[in-house]
């Protein structure tokens, strides 16, 4: 009978999601360690500005050195991350440790780059958001031209009221919002209209095959041309042979990220990369090796 079926589809089930919550559980407690213990670290990894060749900018990406499998990368464990609630603590966490690194950089007499920090959906929804932002900022006395945020496309898919607000906040805070993994949320873009959004990310599957897949050309001719009328500029991401970084440069897009200019650096990667007494604040087009 179905009650019997029922009942035999639970039996199996049961010991399954015991186990997963059992798993869910014990995340919880290594992510809540984990911002205790200073087992995350941020890698920076530059863009480059396309005509100039000059970096403009650094992204803040996390990572985790879990202490028994090794180090995660995001893509491991933000959505989880996400899903048990723990993601406004995490990204606060990098939001902080971007700002006091950048002060670092000033005292150290860095150039002054824009360091981009990805924030998710949930926090900026949060009606904390502004505030834990506000404070990171005087905390580290750290200029609003100096950050940038990353939001991708389909968090912007569920722009709700407050988010609405959060953007027009950050557009009189002076802090320019990147549209990252553009062209993957299947939006309305009515979004592009706010007046925060400064950039658009191109997402790196359409940079991939460049220039060689005819539709991923029209599609990026095609985002580049929006983005100019629109009065946003652009970065590509992904790049990673010399034949993709041309066709964008010529196709004018603004800015270029991708392992043919730099992978992620640890921060004292970076400053040996960008130190002006020791290398012209200018990247090789030759893949660097792999670090990290
Ligand atoms: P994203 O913001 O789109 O970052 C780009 C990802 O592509 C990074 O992966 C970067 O290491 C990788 N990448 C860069 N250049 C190349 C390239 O030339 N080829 C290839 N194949 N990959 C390249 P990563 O560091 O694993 O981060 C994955 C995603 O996790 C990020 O995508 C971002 O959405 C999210 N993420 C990273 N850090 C944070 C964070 O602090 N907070 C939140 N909420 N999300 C984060
Ligand atoms: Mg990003
Ligand atoms: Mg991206
Ligand atoms: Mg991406």
């Known amino acids: 009978t179905a009650k019997s079926s029922e009942r035999n589809a639970l039996r199996f089930y049961t010991p399954l999601m015991q186990?997963?919550?059992?798993?869910r559980l014990q995340l919880v407690s290594e992510l809540r360690r984990a911002l205790a213990n200073d087992e995350f670290s941020l890698r920076y990894q530059p863009s480059m500005d396309l005509r100039s060749g000059h970096i403009e900018a650094v992204e803040a990406l996390l990572r985790w050195q879990h202490p028994e499998r090794g180090e995660l990368s995001p893509g491991e464990f933000i959505p989880v991350a996400e899903s048990l609630g723990l993601i406004r603590s995490i990204d606060e966490w990098v939001l902080r440790a971007a700002c006091a690194q950048i002060r670092e950089w000033d005292r150290a007499g860095m150039p002054k780059?824009?360091?981009a920090v990805n924030v998710s959906a949930r926090w900026l929804a949060h009606p904390a958001f502004i505030s834990g932002l506000g404070k990171a900022m005087r905390d580290f006395q750290i200029?609003?031209?100096r950050l940038a945020l990353e939001i991708t496309e389909g968090a912007m898919l569920r722009l709700g009221d407050e988010t609405q607000r959060t953007m027009h906040v950050?557009?009189?805070l002076g802090i320019e919002v990147a549209i990252d993994d553009f062209g993957t949320g299947y939006s309305s873009m009515a979004y592009l209209k706010?007046?925060?959004v400064s950039w658009l990310k191109i997402d790196r599957s359409f940079v991939t095959s460049?220039?060689?897949d005819a539709n991923d050309v029209a599609i990026v001719e095609a985002i580049l041309a929006m983005a100019r009328s629109l009065g946003l500029r652009t970065i590509a991401e992904g790049i990673e042979h010399e034949a993709q970084h041309e066709f964008l440069r010529k196709a004018?897009?603004?800015e270029g990220q991708g392992y043919l200019y730099s992978y992620p650096l640890p921060a004292a990667a970076l400053e040996r990369l960008?130190?002006?007494r020791q290398t012209p604040a200018r990247l090789s087009l030759v893949p660097p090796k792999q670090q990290s």
């Open 113 to 115: 780059f824009r360091v």
């Open 170 to 172: 950050l557009h009189e």
């Open 194 to 196: 706010l007046p925060s």
């Open 252 to 254: 004018g897009c603004d």
């Open 19 to 23: 186990a997963n919550a059992r798993q």
């Open 210 to 212: 460049l220039p060689h």
């Open 143 to 145: 200029p609003s031209r």
């Open 274 to 276: 960008l130190n002006p």
